[in-house]
T-cell receptor, first 113, second 113 residues
Framework: GAGVSQSPRYKVAKRGQDVALRCDPI?????LFWYQQALGQGPEFLTY????????KSGLPSDRFFAERPEGSVSTLKIQRTQQEDSAVYLC???????????FGDGTRLSIL | QQQVKQSPQSLIVQKGGISIINCAYE??????FPWYQQFPGKGPALLIA?????SEKKEGRFTISFNKSAKQFSLHIMDSQPGDSATYFC????????????FGEGTQLTVNP
């Protein structure tokens, strides 16, 4: 496809379960970002990849959050032992290179019961 | 620490009017200032962006005004249309740090017909 694709669009999990969120960036885009958007708030940075290298993970809120991009294309954000405060929309963005505009996917809405 | 402050939180204008949204930033190292538009259930979409070497940039009905000394920038939407009703986010980044975006809190714009 032409844009950033995220799946699933919606995810409901019980507190304590592990979840995995997928991001397919625009083909050829080197840079990939994950953001967390709480209801009624602006997105907040989580982590950044350049190809397969995770260059910045300073925004990950705890060690329960883990992201990977093993082949420099598709990325997965994993949240272990989910808690209610993890409920949010998780947005993925990609850019051709680090100093080019970021293009966002439509996000995964995660609800923790 | 809120590095980018956005106002107003919500804005209602009549069709054909001018919508003005303001942002202020704290980090003088920021050197890229984009505005994003977000519709419900969708990811943010880049509208227009500016760098500190210019004071104004216009693209169609959208204009960014930038005041480096005051550390402020604003979005003007001319001839506002009902289709412009959305949430608008300002953002800022330091391109030397991989372009991670710091977003404002958002402004919900409603344009009445």
């Amino acid at each position: 496809g032409a844009g950033v694709s995220q799946s699933p669009r919606y995810k409901v999990a019980k507190r304590g379960q592990d979840v995995a969120l997928r991001c397919d960036p625009i083909s050829g885009h080197v840079s990939l970002f994950w953001y967390q958007q709480a209801l009624g708030q602006g997105p907040e940075f989580l982590t950044y990849f350049q190809n397969e290298a995770q260059l910045d993970k300073s925004g990950l809120p705890s060690d329960r959050f883990f992201a990977e991009r093993p082949e420099g294309s598709v990325s997965t954000l994993k949240i272990q032992r989910t808690q209610q405060e993890d409920s949010a929309v998780y947005l993925c963005a990609s850019s051709l290179v680090w100093d080019q505009p970021q293009h966002f996917g439509d996000g995964t809405r995660l609800s923790i019961l | 620490q809120q590095q980018v402050k956005q106002s107003p939180q919500s804005l209602i204008v009549q069709k054909g009017g001018i919508s003005i949204i303001n942002c202020a930033y704290e980090n003088t190292a920021f050197d890229y200032f984009p505005w994003y538009q977000q519709f419900p259930g969708k990811g943010p979409a880049l509208l227009i962006a500016i760098r500190p070497d210019v004071s104004e940039k216009k693209e169609g009905r959208f204009t960014i005004s930038f005041n480096k000394s005051a550390k402020q920038f604003s979005l003007h939407i001319m001839d506002s249309q009902p289709g412009d009703s959305a949430t608008y986010f300002c953002a800022a980044s330091r391109e030397t740090s991989g372009s991670r975006l710091t977003f404002g809190e958002g402004t919900q714009l409603t344009v009445n017909p």
